[in-house]
T-cell receptor, first 112, second 117 residues
Framework: DAGVIQSPRHEVTEMGQEVTLRCKPI?????LFWYRQTMMRGLELLIY????????DSGMPEDRFSAKMPNASFSTLKIQPSEPRDSAVYFC??????????FGPGTRLLVL | QQQVKQSPQSLIVQKGGISIINCAYE??????FPWYQQFPGKGPALLIA?????SEKKEGRFTISFNKSAKQFSLHIMDSQPGDSATYFC????????????????FGKGTHLIIQP
């Protein structure tokens, strides 16, 4: 079975540009999570969805960040406009109601 | 506020030895405690998890010990091997919310483990 799929794997952009990260969860999983990993702050939960509905977005750092889940097999995390401090690895994870979360390979974002 | 505190930050263990990583949590509502293993350039991978109704869970060389009264849990890696060299994260969450889904994880800061041959 395919795991969580994320694209792109690497993204380099300039400050002020829009960035869109994509995620396809594991088929049959009803929860989807976006995390950010940096050296300074470690792994942080940004937002999560259950059954395509956003449940908790308190971890989203600013209004520049937005996330959507239009259907059970696709989610996006958008940053507009991007800033150098947004540089990080962004992970998507999915889980079934049992709670075990499975992470994707991540998107390494560099904002110049 | 850091809700899950992990120690040590780094750990060096000889091959065949026991690696021990500790975590403490603050939120007494947490009821799901997983450990993740991460290799460079990869996403975290679920290693083992425990719920507070048991004090210990063992899977192969990996054991979680859980102390509910002290709000602490630890990972023990027996017979540590060079292939175990990685960063380990403890985490905690509520098991699920009323809508029937899982809850987001709160992670510790990670432990960089090196197993020397």
């Amino acid at each position: 079975d395919a795991g969580v799929i994320q694209s792109p794997r690497h993204e380099v952009t300039e400050m002020g540009q829009e960035v869109t990260l994509r995620c396809k969860p594991i088929s049959g999983h009803n929860s989807l999570f976006w995390y950010r990993q940096t050296m300074m702050r470690g792994l942080e939960l940004l937002i999560y969805f259950n059954n395509n509905v956003p449940i908790d977005d308190s971890g989203m750092p600013e209004d520049r960040f937005s996330a959507k889940m239009p259907n059970a097999s696709f989610s996006t995390l958008k940053i507009q406009p991007s800033e150098p401090r947004d540089s990080a690895v962004y992970f998507c994870a999915s889980s079934s109601p049992s709670g075990a979360q499975y992470f994707g390979p991540g998107t390494r974002l560099l904002v110049l | 506020q850091q809700q899950v505190k992990q120690s040590p930050q780094s750990l060096i263990v000889q091959k065949g030895g026991i690696s021990i990583i500790n975590c403490a949590y603050e939120n007494t509502a947490f009821d799901y405690f997983p450990w993740y293993q991460q290799f460079p350039g990869k996403g975290p991978a679920l290693l083992i998890a425990i719920r507070p109704d048991v004090s210990e869970k063992k899977e192969g060389r990996f054991t979680i010990s859980f102390n509910k009264s002290a709000k602490q849990f630890s990972l023990h890696i027996m017979d540590s091997q060079p292939g175990d060299s990685a960063t380990y994260f403890c985490a905690a969450s509520l098991e699920g919310y009323s809508g029937g889904g899982a809850d987001g994880l709160t992670f510790g800061k990670g432990t960089h483990l090196i197993i020397q041959p």
